[in-house]
């Protein structure tokens, strides 16, 4: 292959968005060790209902933003900017519409409540579903047109400001606080918007159409996905309570650095891969993606993920002793985001070679055997650390259905396929298991043995990853 790794100047990109997105995740990451801290277990735990509510809030736009991108990033291609500014202002009449609506509907909702934190918890998720999904409309015209520093500020921005705003308001104000100083960062982040993308808004029949077609299947395996994503703590809170949820919230959360991680890569890449299937192959690009892309993704993350965790384990007997029942699930938990990275990651794939359509009937399979085995383990009292491996089982069973969907679609052996890319997941999770079990880093002299011995554990993976970025280099110089 004629190409560079990752394309042209695409790995340097990928490096400095990949910095960037660094400073956010630690912002973030910041935000929710110590919001935990301040609110404590149970009135975190409805934190992470609020979350959850906007996660499934946002469903409602039915992928719409999905198709905004490809038809955005192909337009790229077009000498025209309005052509990318009239998909934009379809886009934005439709969030409007649609989470207005919402919005409202959820007002009156929260009046009917019987308890008051209910009726907090409604009031909240109502203003921040329309605010968070303006400001991701946003992000999302800006990164598919191309716009990769003014995205990476912008993201840096809301960070901020959610760091600064809901932890002070949270300290001052407690839980409700902390939900007002959501919705005024998300503000500040929308105030950045005017000038850098379309805002005033219409509906044009024809683009919704299109936009619907490519994201609608997208949308749907995507709830289905968070559903599959959120299911054990659904269970978790229905079977153990909001404090059990707080603790399991806190598990849970550590597993964002692989889907960050992938999105890294993807928002570099995809305006790019998009453009490109207007000239070349689609067989050639998703085969190009998996071996270049995905493989070198997952040999690279899953060791820093065990690593990362062992570290955790020492800040968190140190600084967090009331969420150190939370650790151990937790160093189980955070391979599911790297599997789910793996899954943003191919789905990338799936819609350059036009199978999106088979993205559900997928998911829904994942989904339906997680909440099996989620409900089965609580119903025989396995605890929160069985609970987080069926969750790491389901999670690597779904990223190997799409991947091997994808080389499918590549002419590559599925089986084998995923067989190549998801192993180091298994590897790392099983060594960061035995590291963390055989010396429980809970001082530093105890933490620096437990890398160690991780280290020598992982050695596979890392010589793997060697051999596989040895052998770009004469892609490189083609």
């Excluded at 968005?17 to 910041?30: M, N, Q, T």
């Excluded at 735990?45 to 999905?66: D, K, N, V």
């Excluded at 490519?214 to 229905?238: F, Y």
């Excluded at 192993?423 to 437990?450: E, N, V």
């Amino acid at each position: 292959m004629g190409r560079r790794w990752l394309g042209s100047g695409q790995f340097g990109r990928i490096l400095l968005y990949g910095s960037s997105r660094s400073v956010v995740e630690a912002l973030l990451g910041v935000r929710g060790v110590l919001l935990a801290g301040i609110l404590g277990p149970e009135a975190f735990g409805i934190w992470a209902l609020f979350r959850l509510a906007l996660t499934y809030g946002s469903f409602a736009g039915l992928g719409l933003l999905r198709g905004l991108e490809l038809e955005v990033a192909k337009a790229r291609n077009d000498s025209d900017p309005d052509r990318r500014m009239a998909w934009g202002r379809t886009a934005a009449g439709c969030v409007l519409l649609t989470f207005g609506t919402i919005t409202a509907l959820t007002c009156l909702a929260g009046f009917l409540a019987p308890e008051a934190w209910q009726r907090e918890l409604l009031w909240a998720a109502a203003a921040g579903l329309l605010l968070e999904r303006l400001a991701f409309y946003g992000l999302t015209f800006m990164r598919a047109s191309g716009s990769l520093s003014q995205f990476a500020l912008l993201e840096i921005v809301q960070a901020t400001a959610q760091l600064v705003a809901t932890l002070a308001l949270g300290y001052l104000f407690g839980l409700t606080g902390a939900l007002i100083g959501f919705s005024v960062a998300v503000v500040v982040g929308l105030l950045f918007l005017p000038g850098r993308v379309p805002l005033r808004p219409e509906l044009h029949p024809t683009r919704l159409t299109s936009m619907l077609k490519i994201g609608l299947p997208i949308s749907i395996s995507q709830l289905l996905a968070a559903m599959l994503a959120t299911v054990d703590r659904l269970v978790v809170g229905a079977w153990l309570g909001l404090a059990a949820l707080g603790h399991y919230a806190f598990a849970v959360s550590v597993a964002s650095v692989g889907v960050s991680a992938a999105l890294v890569v993807q928002t570099v890449i995809f305006p790019d891969m998009y453009r490109r299937l207007e000239g070349e192959d689609a067989a050639s690009l998703t085969r190009e993606h998996l071996e270049r892309t995905i493989r070198p993704f997952v040999l690279l993350l899953a060791p820093l993920a065990g690593a990362g965790i062992l570290v955790l384990g020492l800040v968190v007997a140190l600084l967090l002793p009331r969420y150190a029942t939370a650790l151990q699930p937790a160093a189980v938990f955070v391979f599911t985001g790297i599997a789910q990275g793996v899954v943003g990651l191919a789905i990338m794939a799936v819609v350059a070679a036009g199978r999106q359509q088979v993205l559900p009937l997928l998911t829904l399979a994942a989904l339906l055997a997680n909440g099996l085995l989620a409900t089965g383990t609580m119903v025989l009292g396995l605890g929160m650390v069985a609970l987080a491996t069926e969750a790491v089982a389901a999670r690597l069973a779904y990223a190997g259905l799409v991947v091997m969907l994808v080389a499918r679609s590549a002419a590559a052996p599925p089986l084998a396929t995923a067989v190549r890319i998801l192993w180091p997941i298994i590897w790392c999770a099983g060594a960061t298991a035995l590291a963390s079990r055989l010396m429980p880093p809970l001082d530093i002299p105890s933490c620096t043995i437990a890398l160690a011995g991780y280290l020598v554990a992982v050695a596979p993976v890392l010589l793997t990853l060697v051999h596989v970025l040895r052998r770009a280099r004469p892609v490189n110089a083609a």
